[in-house]
């Protein structure tokens, strides 16, 4: 009989942390300031295989890895998407030599 | 609009593209015609429209470190970048920076970090603001008295002029500023505006920018262009520190360099055809407004403050774009713009 009731707080204490657990996040995310997420994994579960889905999983697999694509992206695009730009503005057909400094 | 909305696995949240096209188009035309990295504007924007702060701050890095690039790549082909000025800067900086940061690790230790910091950066940029404007009221007097064939009192040395007499080896010659200083004088403006930078949690573009003219005595033009050179390699080395920690939402960043290369690329252009006292009176104002964002973050009205900040990233946009556009009309007219060579 004693270890009957031992059991059945054993299993109440058991559904209790479970549910503080599973409501936990649910509960920072709706109370007082927003939540910030508890752990730095990007959720692909519902992404299309594609470059979201190949981002997030370098993320995922290693973050010094996902700083060095970081720097390599921006730097890459930036240096195209410069090139590009000049050359489309260079289209309006101003001039776009040296300019003087008048103050 | 739910067609522009986009999932963004790292930050965990649903984004309008439209939205981030928009920050990042407004952040390139004035970051390419201030030479700032724009952090100012892009931070407190995402913020509001749901991004993390850590995830808002690590974004803005990384898309300021490409969006450097294409302004860099256009003023040095304008002559508006010193390099070799810029590396003394970068030099004086990154120490600046270090000491800042431990600064600040002192002061939150003593708990003072917070609030002392923030009333720091509304005296900083108030009296930057002000001496900018200032400098702009006087210049425009003594022209007006000129162009009235008054007579003008003649100016006396100005900062800089003082600080290029100091005759300190090596002395260098800085061919795009048109200036010879001792290079201890870029090293420690670098030095100086690096510490104040990392005390107020900045990148630096607003203290570098009026540091470079009247401590160094830039044309405003090339220090535009020196400063963005310099916001490029510090934005870069940002990208990498903030993707390391994860904090990097790489898809969002992608998007806004998308239309900030395009802002920038119009924002230096625009340089052109307006004239450093012209540049300098914008600035000012925009000083002003992130101190009255910040003033009004400091009172608790933080959706206030970074409506302000939006709204008016957005007019000074507007601005310099309705500047480029006279400006071309002018050109194609034959009726050519003051700055060209």
């Known amino acids: 009989m004693r270890r009957g009731h031992f059991l059945t707080w054993a299993r109440a204490g058991v559904a209790a942390l479970l549910s503080w657990a599973l409501a936990a996040p649910a509960l920072a995310a709706g109370g007082g300031k927003g939540a910030s997420k508890l752990v730095n994994v990007a959720d692909t579960r519902g992404l299309e295989p594609g470059l979201s889905r190949w981002i997030a999983g370098v993320y995922n697999e290693s973050f010094w890895l996902f700083g060095l694509l970081t720097v390599a992206v921006m730097v890459g695009m930036g240096l195209i998407l410069g090139l590009a730009t000049d050359k489309a503005v260079g289209l309006l057909g101003i001039n776009l030599g040296k300019i003087s400094h008048h103050e | ?341």
């Open chain 2, 1 to 341: 609009m739910e067609l522009f909305e986009i999932y963004l696995p790292v930050a965990g949240i649903h984004f309008n593209v439209l939205v981030l096209l928009l920050i990042g188009f407004t952040v390139g035309v004035c970051g390419g015609f201030f030479g700032i990295g724009g952090a100012w504007i892009v931070t407190p924007a995402l913020n509001i429209f749901g991004f993390p702060m850590p995830y808002a701050i690590g974004t803005d890095l990384a898309h300021i470190g490409g969006k450097s690039i294409v302004s860099t790549i256009r003023h040095g082909k304008f002559g508006n970048v010193d390099v070799r000025l810029g590396v003394a800067m970068i030099l004086g900086t990154t120490i600046g920076m270090e000491l800042g940061a431990n600064l600040v690790i002192k002061l939150e230790q003593m708990g003072l970090a917070e609030g002392l910091i923030r009333k720091m950066y509304i005296v900083f940029l108030g009296a930057i603001g002000s001496y900018v404007l200032y400098d702009y009221l006087t210049h425009t007097r003594r022209q007006r008295r000129v162009e009235a064939g008054l007579e003008v009192a003649p100016g006396g040395e100005t900062v800089a002029q003082k600080l290029q007499r100091i005759k300190i080896p090596p002395m260098v010659h800085f061919q795009a500023s048109g200036i010879t200083c001792s290079m201890w004088l870029p090293v420690l403006v670098g030095l100086t505006t690096g510490i104040v930078a990392a005390v107020l949690g900045v990148g630096g573009g607003f203290i570098r920018m009026p540091a470079l003219i009247y401590l160094i005595g830039c044309p405003t033009a090339v220090a535009v262009g020196t400063d963005l050179f310099e916001v490029m390699i510090t934005g870069a080395y940002g990208a990498f520190t903030y993707g390391v920690k994860g904090r990097v939402e790489l898809i969002a960043a992608m998007w806004m360099l998308f239309a900030a290369a395009i802002g920038a690329q119009l924002g230096t252009v625009a340089i052109k055809y307006v004239r450093g006292y012209a540049i300098r009176l914008l600035f000012a104002i925009t000083i002003f407004v992130a101190c009255s964002s910040v003033v009004l973050k400091q009172l608790e009205f933080q959706l206030a403050s970074a409506i302000t900040i939006l709204v008016a990233g957005i007019g000074i946009s507007l601005v310099i774009i309705a500047w480029l556009v006279k400006g071309i009309v002018d050109e194609r007219g034959g009726r050519l713009p003051a700055n060209h060579a």
